[in-house]
């Protein structure tokens, strides 16, 4: 399994980290996907009260098999719960609403198997609502979100 973590800061902050080889370099009788995010705003982010934070990446997901499983979670502990909405360029999408802790998966598609030669092929969007952000407590939290790909 290749992680990909996006390590948020400050309020929220986005730079990425790839751990793993790309599905190319695994044994081909395995099946095997990766992540790479292709394009992202560095952070910090910062709040004064009003609106939400919406942080929008791109990504390149190949498997395989065609099919994977994406995993987000939070790897901080803060209490910031927040939402994801993904939608991939072969017509999957979803949204789902992650609590402050918890996993959330989503399933995708790709025509890439092994390198997505740089095109990125699937967009997360991440988003604090502005109910969370009132309801936290006035301060700094930094926030670290992993990602995971697995072939399904």
Known sequence: MLRSTVMCTGLLGLAPVIHGAPAAAQTV???????H????????????GAGE????????IASTT???RLTLRSATT??????VEFVTDEGDA???HAPAGQPIQ?????????????????????RFPKDTLSAALAGEYAKRIEFSVEPA
């Not at 934070?53 to 390149?60: P, S």
């Open 37 to 48: 995010l292709t394009q992202s705003r560095a952070g910090p982010y910062r709040w004064f």
């Open 106 to 126: 989503f399933e995708g598609r790709t025509r890439f198997r092994d390198d997505c030669r740089g095109v990125s092929n699937a967009t997360i969007s991440i």
């Open 78 to 83: 803060d209490a910031l719960g927040f939402e």
């Open 29 to 35: 009788s395995q099946p095997a996907a990766s992540i």
């Open 94 to 96: 979803a949204e789902r």
């Open 66 to 68: 065609g099919r994977y």
């Open 53 to 60: 934070i919406h942080v929008r990446t791109t990504a390149c």
